[in-house]
């Protein structure tokens, strides 16, 4: 499996995490600090998926994730990745439209699986 | 009354009251218009002065004594004035007109009013309006009624100047005893026995006064209503209650029982009532007084309307403010409460995002694709990822009581094998029991499938075995055990640990509560986990009980109803 992951976080220990995780796994990736320069890379790099954080400045996730879908590429798989872990802010995620959340901290393997899955549904 | 005094200890008034009926029955079995009787009669009266200064001098405060010391001031030129008229009797049996007696009464009729007004106006001193209103009303029906009546016949009559404007005087002196008397009627201190006494006191006396004046006529009944007057007055003050007036002062006015109704509604007919019954007996009109207090009692009866109208706005007011402040009391309480959940929230946020990257590159480094570990390397990688996971669970156990506060557990339910669940748990508590050499056992037998949320079901039984494990001395024994039991499905975790005494069992349950066995032993924890757990047993109908013996271990026993059943109970 190859491709380009978008991923996005303000906490950049984070970032690079997510970036060793991912380039384990075998995809190209390229990381954005925050909203804005998300939906730049993905109108940029045209990823096959993303991995967003929520709270992050300028744009939060939910948003970034409601730009995605009216943008050109509005089926591009997203999951959202978060500290914010209460039922209702899940609920948030999805109506805002992303196809997974994933709540922080998580595992390597949590990662893969969800990524896996999406693409494989897709 | 004469049971009553053999029953308890007679009180002074009681006894006091006794002998004044006696009295006032031996008066008229004396031989009328004799030396003995008029004599008599004054002796009735100082009996009242009597009760009138030994009563002030017991009950009341010297502050609070005046007006009783007025009273029986007035009653003492009563009694001088009633000497007067017996020695003219008894000397030489004829009356002179007007006699010092004359104006020994009249001046006593002033004194008599302050002293009545002074009671009004300590007992009235909040909120008298109305009370005051009340009183005028009453005060200018009598008025009325005394000034065709009685007033202008005699003015009118025949004779000398200063002989007509003496009897005029004494039934003008009664308007000014009303007018207090009315006000005391309708003041706060109507709820007393003491007031009771002494307005049938002025009663008494008013009405004798009336009937004399009024028929120019001297019956001999009317003496008795005298002599019950001042025997009467000087009960008043000898009844305890007059003592605890003052103190009844922020009591709520009397309220407007039949009496005081029909008082009022007579006085406010005065007019009318007094045309029609000098109209059938062809007397005097008077049709210019009749209009003027008529006027005078209608803008009286207006006024009260209007204040009534005005205390029932302000009463209205009250309530709306009131009702406006409890919903915004109650809006602050939901804003706090939201607050609340907003400040649990970020709090787990900023915990979780540094536990993010804590437990993120232990994982990195525990999988050895940065290079090869030590042994002591990753013993002590397990070390960092343990406590981390244990941070974690303090704070989801936080938000999760936090949630549970504001009374949301909303479970997604589905149908879940709690053997299944349980096994999970027991082989995540593997490491943690290994490392005390316990021996940690798994049993499960028939169908134990139950109604619920995996997530939380989950969480359940991580609380309940990694409690065991945690009470559990090394090489003890942890058993979990799910099987389906008399129409439930039965999980228990026994464990062979230090226990729970019995005094404790019933708040084990409870936020935050934690056992003194576990806290001399310094085994750390929150006192949230089988809080917890009774909260998730809770939300899936279920039951969760404790049996325990301090030394030799504890069970939790939990019971769900099985799916069949919880399908329905959910549905």
Known sequence: VSGTILVADDEDDILSLLQVHLTRFGYQVVAAHDGEEAVRLAEEHRPMLAVLDVSMPKLDGLEVTRRLRAGADGDLPVILLSALVQPADVERGLEAGANAYLRKPFTGEELRERIEGLLAGG | MLRAVVRRKPRLVDVYLLVGAVAIGAYFALPADTVAQTVYYSVVGVYGIAGLVLGSQRNLTARARLP????????????????????????????????????????????????????????????????????????FGFLLAQWVFVLAPTAQASGRLLDRTILVAYPAMDILIVAPLAGLVYSRAARSPCYVLLALAILAMLVADEVYYGHGVNYRWLDGFWLASYVLWGAAALHPSVGALGADAEAPRPRLGIIRLLLLGLAAAAAPIVLAVQTARGANAHPYAVAAFGIVISILVLGRMALLLRAYDTARRQAESSQAALVEQNE?????????????????????????????????????????????????????????????????????????????????????????????????????????????????????????????????????????????????????????????????????GIGIPESERAHLFERFFRASTAVSRQIPGTGLGLHIAQAIVDAHGGRITVSSVVGEGTTFRVALPPATVGAEVHA
């Open chain 2, 68 to 139: 009783w010391y007025l009273f029986a001031v007035g009653q003492i030129a009563f009694v001088v004035g009633d000497s007067i008229f017996d020695a003219y009797l008894i000397g030489n049996g004829t009356l002179p007109f007007p006699s010092a007696a004359d104006w020994i009464y009249l001046a006593a009729y002033p004194v008599l009013f302050a002293a009545i007004a002074l009671l009004v106006a300590r007992y009235s001193r909040r909120r008298i309006h109305i009370a005051v209103i009340d009183a005028a009303i009453v005060t």
């Open chain 2, 332 to 496: 602050q309480l939901r804003e706090l409460d939201r607050l609340k959940d907003e400040f649990v929230g970020l709090v787990s946020h900023d915990l979780r995002t540094p536990l993010t990257s804590i437990t993120g590159y232990v994982e990195l480094l525990a999988s050895e694709e940065t290079g090869p570990l030590t042994d002591e390397q990753r013993s002590f990688l397990g070390i960092v990822s343990r406590n981390a996971d244990r941070l974690l669970r303090l704070v989801n156990d936080l938000l999760f009581v936090a949630r549970l506060q504001t009374g949301r557990l909303d479970l997604s339910l589905e149908e879940v094998d709690l053997a299944e669940v349980a096994e999970h748990a027991v082989v995540g508590a593997g490491p943690r029991a290994g490392a005390k050499a316990l021996d940690l056992q798994f049993t499960s037998s028939g169908d134990t499938a139950v109604f619920g949320e995996t997530g939380r079901l989950g969480q359940l039984l991580d609380n309940l075995v990694s409690n065991a494990v945690k009470f559990t001395p090394d090489g003890g024994t942890v058993s979990v055990s799910v099987r389906a039991e008399d129409g439930a499905v039965v999980l228990e975790v026994a464990d062979s």
